[in-house]
């Protein structure tokens, strides 16, 4: 491909009509990765690339942009875009990706390669070969790791099972890369709580400090809570039950009320951040937006009341009352006599571990709700009309 295609001289996208000439832009990423592209057949070809794990990121790149190549939009005005040869190039250097990565985790193993795979034909490529090979070792790896960890977490008293996901953009530094959970077998969320602080002095002890999900998990079932370890930092994870219900073989429970309570204090925090940076001041564009985040708060008030009023139970009397006390909290900031400060700021310190008054009510509420879905005995009736739990 390097000898059949040169790529034409970069021209800025925006043109009047169609017989603009258009204009140079200041980049060309196409000639940069044809260029880079050369770079690493030169490498491959003279063995000069010491460093493979620098070798390996570079190529991590050269995938996102080949796969971005791929797609015809760049060639649009091009008779005979080399698609194809882009696709093709694509899974040539994930398999360059594999090998490098192999070959980087333990440099002996390139000495061996070397000398296998010298006594191989010349007509007939390596490179897929020794990509499988990559892939099955990379597997073996993964599946040692995970007992590995869950071995020390065993040794500090706890019972955990590991598991690991590819996540969407290979960071190119570790192969396989991967992000790990571990489910903490425990009785209830409150004594998930309470394991947090051995689950992270075990990582701490791991050698490669990998990035670690920590989440509960109770009769086979796993509540829509996690923590992550980033670094030394132990925070929410807040994207978890989106990121890993595929990935793991146990349900990540389904809470729809406790889905519509985030969404609107989501939507109250985000009202009072505005208010907090910007006051009541705000462009034409900002103005959109909030009036979005208060036509859903309004709609959710709504909801809230037909819902007590239809079937009144103790966990809508709860979650009205919790949306109720933030909406006040959020009107008085907006007529600038609030007293309690901001309430997105009470909120962010609540990922902190500073409780109020409120962030208890819904640090309570969350636990209520996600508890009563996994079935524990303590809220089973949780849900049930007033009047039934009374009987």
Not at 111 to 129: D, V
Not at 360 to 369: F, G, K, P, S
Request: proline content about 6%; charged content about 25%; some cysteine.
């Amino acid at each position: 491909m390097l000898r059949d295609f040169v790529p034409p001289p970069r021209v800025n996208e925006a043109m009047s009509h169609s017989l603009d000439p258009g204009s140079y832009s200041g980049s060309d990423y196409i000639h940069n990765f044809a260029a880079d592209l050369q770079t690493l057949v030169l490498e491959l070809a003279d063995g000069t690339d010491e460093n493979v794990k620098v070798s390996a990121m570079r190529v991590v790149d050269l995938i996102e942009t080949a796969k971005k190549l791929s797609d015809p939009a760049p060639w649009r005005m091009i008779s005979s875009p080399p698609i194809q040869a882009m696709s093709d190039l694509s899974v040539r250097l994930r398999d360059i990706r594999a090998v490098y990565g192999h070959i980087g985790n333990d440099p002996d193993r390139r000495r061996r390669w070397g000398a296998h795979f010298s006594k191989t034909s010349r007509r007939h490529s390596a490179l897929s070969t020794a990509a499988s090979q990559s892939r099955i070792q990379a597997d073996a790896d993964l599946a040692a790791k995970r007992k590995n960890y869950e071995d020390a977490f065993a040794d500090a008293g706890l019972t955990v099972r590991v598991h690991a996901r590819v996540p969407g953009k290979d960071a190119g530094y570790a192969w396989p890369h991967l992000y790990f959970i571990g489910l903490v077998v425990t009785d209830s969320i409150g004594d998930w709580m309470a394991d947090l602080d051995r689950f992270n002095a075990v990582c701490e002890t791991l050698a490669d400090e990998p990035r670690m999900s920590c989440a509960p998990l109770i009769r086979n079932q796993i509540p829509p809570v996690a923590m992550v370890r980033i670094g030394k930092a132990l925070l929410p994870d807040l994207k978890f039950a989106e990121e890993w219900a595929a990935h793991l073989p146990w349900p990540v429970v389904d809470t729809p009320l406790l889905n519509r309570v985030t969404g609107t204090l989501s939507d109250i925090s985000a009202v009072s951040t505005m208010i907090q940076e910007k006051g009541i001041e705000l462009n034409p564009a900002e103005a959109i937006h909030f009036g979005a985040h208060l036509n859903r708060i309004g709609e959710a008030i709504a909801w809230f009341g037909t819902a007590t009023a239809d079937k009144p139970s103790a966990a809508l009397a709860m979650a009205s009352t919790v949306i109720l006390t933030s909406t006040r909290r959020m009107q008085a900031e907006f007529q600038n006599s609030a007293e309690r400060g901001s309430l997105a700021i009470e909120y962010a310190r609540l990922m902190k571990g500073e409780i109020s008054e409120l962030t208890t009510q819904v640090a309570t509420l969350r636990i209520a709700l996600m508890e009563h879905a996994l079935g524990l005995e303590a809220w089973l009736d949780f849900s049930a009309p007033l009047g039934a739990a009374d009987a």
